[in-house]
């Protein structure tokens, strides 16, 4: 009986289920005949015929995944070589599949396009976008994104709120291998220049452990409070990530090469940092760790239904032939479109240079692409101190 097989690989997200969803529903109303299969723990449940039916699915339980966080089939950070791809591909041959959606990130696009060039069978190959990263290319924002976004802001406006009642410095590390995205939208809901974040760091500028410290001193003297986002990539003036750098070569990789980065090493040390410049003050740093990424109290709407979307938009394609779905934005509107796999897979989409007000700010425009995104923010009470 032919099949559609669908797998969910990298770090999951608030909203990944939705897309899993989608793509069942999609792939039942096309053609009620297919079987459609789920691989556990991504490719790898391919290689050891590790399936789960969901054809079946009930409409309740299908609701109840959709609307859970986190990778429902499991996920894999395996990176396949050629043997790999071939065992990968005997796998979908025996199953007659006639397509393989692979929700994630761009390792995960980059494996679909391996698999798409070594296969001399009908089965198409489609990526359906995710990641909390927002650093997919050709997509104006990805799903995932506003649902750890929204977190991140949550965070920022009441860590503001602590801050103002009890003044000192406050760092949060934020997860962002390569791209500043998340930890800029803590800058989304700033409605006043006093408002935190002050200072926002990101793996696209340069930064400097001398620099950061004066200005977390300018900001300190001038507010009386100084709250940081800093994202767990940020990179020294050579480009080396400064988690790298202080684990003295002590440091992971998974199996695309990503460095393993300890965000509560690197906390640890900016912690150390501010004790010995500012040894007075209340300083505290921590690590939002794998918090943000799928945290049950925090799913957006807006995100969920756009990943339901483009889970359904990846098995309509899916149909007539291989891709990568990305989030388009008009101006005014969102919506799914399909572009070539090589346009996604293993590139890196990084924060534009107008969203940057010099090396420690968003400016206007970055502000507003992130307030487009975020809800609304939540109506407090401005405190009287």
Known sequence: MPSIVI??????????NQTLAGAIVAARRHDPSLRI?????????????DLVDLTALSETDLERLARTPNSGLGSTRDKPDPAYCQTILQS??????????????????????????????????????????????????????????????NAFVSMDLDFRAMPGIYVAIVMGRHAGFLSAAAAGWQQAPEDAPHLIYTPEK?????????????????????????????????????AEALAAGAVERDAHGNVQLTGGDLGIEIQKALKQRFPKARARVDTLGYLPRGYLGVIDETDAKEAFEAGAFAAQSAFTGSGSVVLHHDGKHTSPRIVSLDQVAG????????????SSAISEEGRAYFRRLLPPRPDIFTPFV
């Open 347 to 358: 590139r890196t989409r990084h924060m534009p240079d107008s969203f940057f007000a010099g």
């Open 206 to 242: 340069a930064f400097s452990v001398e620099q950061f410290l004066n200005d977390v001193d300018a900001v300190y003297t001038r507010v009386g409070r100084c709250i940081v986002s800093m994202s767990e990539g940020v990179q020294d003036e050579t480009g080396r990530p400064l």
């Open 92 to 153: 979908l041959e025996k199953l007659d599949a006639r397509g393989f959606i692979y929700i994630g990130g761009n390792d995960t696009a980059g494996t679909l396009d391996l698999l798409r060039q070594q296969s001399t069978g009908s089965c198409s190959f489609v990526h359906a976008p995710k990641t909390i990263d927002n650093d997919l290319m050709e997509n104006d924002h990805v799903p995932g994104f506003i649902s750890a976004a929204a977190f991140v802001a």
């Open 7 to 16: 797998a969910q690989g990298g770090g999951p997200t608030a909203v990944i």
């Open 37 to 49: 299969l789920g691989a556990r723990h991504g490719v790898r449940g391919l290689t050891r015929g």
